[in-house]
C-alpha cells in the first residue's frame, strides 16, 4: 500500500475512512468527492502535501472522546494544498483546528457558505494563494496572511467595502508579486497615478524599475478568471511585452459589480523579451513606459487605472517621473519663438520707417 502515490474516492457512500488508511504512507494526493466528510489524522498521512475534497453535502472536524475538537498533528507539515470546493461549509469550519492549515501554500474555499475570514489566518505565514470564489455569503475579511501573492474573490457579491479594504495593504503588494481580484472600485491613495481611460504612462531613466503595480477597476471577467482585460506595454512608443498568444482570444463576461484587479507588472503572462527591456533603457535619458488595455472589451467599461512605481532600496524615486519630462521645454520654446517674432517685426518696422 505504500506505493499508491494518488487516489480518487468520488461518490462513494463513506463517511469516513478506516483506520488501515494511515498505512498509505506514500500517499501524495488524496481526493474526495463523497456526501459528508469527516476529517481526522486518519484521513491525512503524515506525508500527504496535496488534499482535495468536492462537492461535500458536510464538514466536521473529528473530536475527541470528552467532546473537544483535537489540535494535535491532525494535518501533515508537509501539507501545502488544501482545497475544499463546492461544499456545504460555514463559520465552524474556523473553529481551533483550522489554525493546523498555517503551513499550507495553497487554500481554496470555493462555493462555502462562510461569511468570514477569520483574523488568525494573517498568522499563516506560507500561504500564498487563496481562492474564495462564489462565497457569496462572505461579508469581512478579518486578516490578511503577510505573503499572500494570488488572491481571487469572484462573485463574492456580500463582501463589504471595509472587507475589500483589506486587500489593498500597500506593505503586502510594494513586497512584489501580487495578482489580486475582487470587487470594489477604489483606488487606494498611496498608488501614485491614476486615470480614467484605457492607458497609463510613466517615465523612467538609467534602469527600468524593479516593480511596478498596476489596478484596473472594471465590471468584465475573463472566461478562465485570470484576469479582467488584456494588456500589454509599450517603451517609447514600441511594444515590448505583450500577451502570450494563447491568451489573446478569451472571452469575456460583464459583472453586475465592479472588480478590482490590482498586479504586479512582472507577474503578468508576458512574452519572454527581457534582453529588450534592458536595451531600450540606453535610447534616451528619459524613456517612455505605457500600459495600455484594449482587445477584449469596450474602453467605456474601464472605469479607472492606476499604475505605482515601488521604490527601490538604495534607489531614488528622481529616477521615476509621471509626467512628460521633456514637456517641460515647450513653454519655453514657445516663449522664446513669440519674443524672437516680435524682435524681428519690431526690428523689421524700424529699418523700413528709417528708409523713408
Request: proline share 4%; with cysteine.
Amino acid at each position: 500500500m505504500g506505493n499508491i502515490r494518488e487516489l480518487s474516492l468520488f461518490e462513494l457512500p463513506i463517511k469516513e475512512l478506516p483506520v488501515s488508511f494511515h498505512n498509505l504512507i506514500g500517499l501524495q494526493e488524496l481526493a474526495i468527492q463523497c456526501d459528508f466528510v469527516q476529517l481526522g489524522s486518519i484521513a491525512l498521512t503524515p506525508e500527504l502535501p496535496d488534499f482535495r475534497v468536492y462537492k461535500g453535502k458536510g464538514w466536521q472536524w473529528v473530536k475527541s472522546e470528552e467532546g473537544e475538537e483535537k489540535v494535535g498533528s491532525m494535518v501533515s507539515p508537509k501539507m501545502h494544498k488544501f482545497w475544499v470546493l463546492s461544499c456545504n461549509l460555514n463559520d465552524d469550519f474556523f473553529s481551533a483546528c483550522f489554525k493546523q492549515l498555517a503551513q499550507v501554500s495553497d487554500l481554496r474555499l470555493r462555493e462555502s457558505n462562510v461569511t468570514f475570514l477569520p483574523e488568525c489566518i494573517k498568522e499563516f505565514h506560507s500561504l500564498s494563494s487563496l481562492d474564495v470564489n462564489d462565497c457569496k455569503h462572505l461579508q469581512e475579511i478579518r486578516g490578511v496572511p503577510p505573503n499572500l501573492k494570488y488572491f481571487r474573490a469572484i462573485n463574492c457579491i456580500s463582501l463589504t467595502s471595509t472587507g475589500s479594504s483589506m486587500l489593498l495593504n500597500q506593505h503586502l503588494h510594494e513586497a512584489g508579486g501580487t495578482d489580486f481580484i475582487f470587487p470594489g472600485g477604489t483606488i487606494p491613495e498611496w498608488f501614485h497615478k491614476q486615470r480614467k481611460g484605457t492607458s497609463i504612462s510613466f517615465w523612467f531613466r538609467k534602469k527600468f524599475p524593479a516593480k511596478v503595480l498596476c489596478l484596473l477597476i472594471a465590471p468584465v471577467l475573463g472566461d478562465n478568471i485570470i484576469g479582467l482585460v488584456r494588456h500589454m506595454m509599450l517603451i517609447n512608443g514600441k511594444v515590448k511585452k505583450q500577451y502570450l498568444l494563447h491568451y489573446l482570444n478569451r472571452e469575456v463576461k460583464k459583472m453586475e459589480l465592479d472588480y478590482t484587479h490590482l498586479f504586479d507588472l512582472r507577474q503578468s503572462h508576458f512574452s519572454p523579451d527581457d534582453d529588450l527591456m534592458e536595451e531600450v533603457s540606453l535610447e534616451k535619458e528619459w524613456n517612455h513606459v505605457e500600459i495600455t488595455y484594449e482587445g477584449l472589451i469596450q474602453s467605456s467599461l474601464i472605469k479607472i487605472i492606476g499604475i505605482h512605481v515601488v521604490k527601490e532600496e538604495n534607489s531614488s524615486m528622481e529616477d521615476i517621473r509621471y509626467d512628460d519630462p521633456y514637456a517641460i521645454t515647450k513653454p519655453f520654446i514657445i516663449k522664446y519663438t513669440a519674443l524672437m517674432l516680435t524682435f524681428i517685426f519690431f526690428t523689421g518696422s524700424f529699418l523700413l520707417f528709417s528708409y523713408f
